[in-house]
């Protein structure tokens, strides 16, 4: 691809997720039985801008495109933990939304590439989540990071990330077993492109997680045009087999000196600065128990931030379209 990244054409059928132990003998689902019913995300826009994308992979049917190049090769079997480390601190900020039954969400996110130092092991992530609360043993999200350990440069990258219970991983895209893709043209762990600038254009992406109401599989779909990426067996989870109890919008760092030494969150600014020149979250919504697109309930969202001396929120709230939310910080690159 332009920039040097290599993706490999995989047989679907020999995806690393089959590795996994619990999906010994799974079945792809190639496409969702159906879709959360609700409004057209195109109109509901507050700001007229464009989408930033990952590079399209023309990989034949049948078969999905996975990223190689001369970090990956070396991690292509390792989770997220044994790239970061274990010890890894980690300061978020966005909106907490619990106590509710949680059947997939969706967002609009715009697109920056948040400051994170080369010789360290941190990441600068932002992505929608669904977890179960109990010590969220299981998670999945869908977002961008910048992790200089991970890829081994400083772009902004389309992922999706989980935390497996069995294995006690934080995982992404294919770097280890669970997550099955469909598509053959989506590049997970590519760079998304063009992305934001302070003060000038600003582009974003749409994404959405949702449970499948027949096969119960949750799964991620991408862009204006809901395209099928991929899903994660329900079988792999226990906490979040039939639904989630919490999600989150927003950023985080992570890493061994991620508290200590932070690396920006978002566009590196302060929430107060606004349109422009903060990141926001907008047009964020859940789905029901009916597969139905619902706003967040008011009183179940907390917006906040670990360390409101690093990173902060603001214009935080709703309208038709959703709750919207500004975030991120300098961290301690100020």
Known sequence: MEGGDIFDCVDVNLQPSFNHPL?????????????????????ASLHHVSQAHPPLVSCPRGTIPILRNHIRDRLSSKSIDEVVGKDKQQEEVGIRYQHDDIYGTRAIINVYEPKVKNHTKDLSATSIEIYNGLGREEAIGVGYLVSPSLSGDSFARFHVSWDDGLLKKSCYDHTCPGFVQVNHNVGLGGRLQPISV??????????????????????????????????????LFTFIKDKGDTAFWGGHVSGPTASTDSPQIGSGHFASEGYGKSAYIENIQIIDKYNKYLNPVDNKAFAGSTN???????????????????????????
């Open 23 to 43: 999906l010994k003998n799974h079945k792809i689902q190639m496409e969702p039985s159906s879709f959360p019913i609700g409004m057209d995300v195109k109109s």
């Open 198 to 235: 302070y003060n000038g254009p600003q582009y974003v992406i749409t994404v959405l997680m949702f449970k499948d109401p027949r096969t119960k599989n949750w799964w991620v779909v991408y862009g204006e045009e809901n395209t099928p990426v991929g899903y994660w067996p329900s079988s």
């Open 308 to 334: 409101s001396d690093k990173f902060t929120v603001d214009g935080f709230g709703m309208n038709k379209s959703g709750m919207h939310i500004y975030y991120g910080g300098p961290g301690d690159l100020v």
